[in-house]
């Protein structure tokens, strides 16, 4: 199955639809990995602290913006929350246009959208609106 590559709400007037967005063409490309050349095993890339000499866990991992040269403002997933617009979770239908309407330049990738179960009515009728 392919990897959702957006989860949120198509919405218009009152209605809104749970989708997820799945990407309709992969791009054909070889991906080589690395390999420890004395027993073939993958290798793990791993974060490293040079203060405290050893790996960190992604757990231990915190954000932070640079504010001058290594003096960083730490930002929690809390903050980024709150400033992620809205639109990132919603995708508002404020008009239907013809195909022949769109500039082709915004077809550079394709997605397709399957309704979340709560949302599959809803999403049949707008399917069928024309």
Known sequence: MAATVWKGHVTFGLISIPVRMYSAARGER???HYLH???????????FCPT???????????RGFEQEKEQYVLISEEE????TPAS???MEI???VEGAGIDPIYYDASYYLLPEEA??????????TK
């Open 30 to 32: 070889i991906a080589f």
């Open 80 to 83: 980024v929350e709150k400033v």
């Open 37 to 47: 050349g004395e027993c073939n095993s993958r290798i793990r890339q791993q974060y």
């Open 88 to 90: 990132a979770r919603t």
């Open 52 to 62: 405290c000499n050893r790996a960190v866990e992604r757990e231990e991992l915190v």
């Open 94 to 96: 404020l008009e239907f």
């Open 119 to 128: 949302g599959q009515k809803a999403y049949y009728l707008l399917m069928r």
